[in-house]
């Protein structure tokens, strides 16, 4: 018995995933943003130098950190995980995930110099 192909596995999870919600797709399209610019950080990085090396480092954790924090964000707005965040409305999960990048840019914009 052959197991399911590559073609039908990707075919699935698009359908699956048609079927998201415009919020959980908006957050996804953030973290694909995040993502290409850590990459493109650190191609630059490879390719031109590090010269100012707390620009870079702080450029690079701050994609990082936003990643992670997007992460979260999407799993707290998923409705499938509301039984796991009873007590935490959407709103409360943004306003949160705002605060959050407020002291990461903050940390990151000192640590710069």
């Known amino acids: 018995m052959a197991g399911p192909t590559l073609v039908s596995v990707l075919t699935r999870l698009w359908g699956d995933y048609l079927k998201t919600s415009t919020r959980l797709k908006i957050i996804d399209a953030y973290m694909v943003y995040i993502f290409l610019t850590g990459v ?31 992460a979260c964000l999407r799993l707290q707005c998923n409705p499938e995980n509301k039984a796991h965040f009873e007590g935490i409305s959407q709103e409360r999960a943004f306003a949160d995930f705002l605060f959050c990048h407020l002291i990461l840019h903050l940390v990151v914009l000192n640590f710069i110099g």
């Open 40 to 70: 493109m950080q650190f191609v630059y990085c490879c390719l031109v130098g590090t010269f100012p090396f707390n620009s870079f480092l702080s450029g690079f954790i701050s994609t990082i950190a936003s990643f992670v924090l997007a």
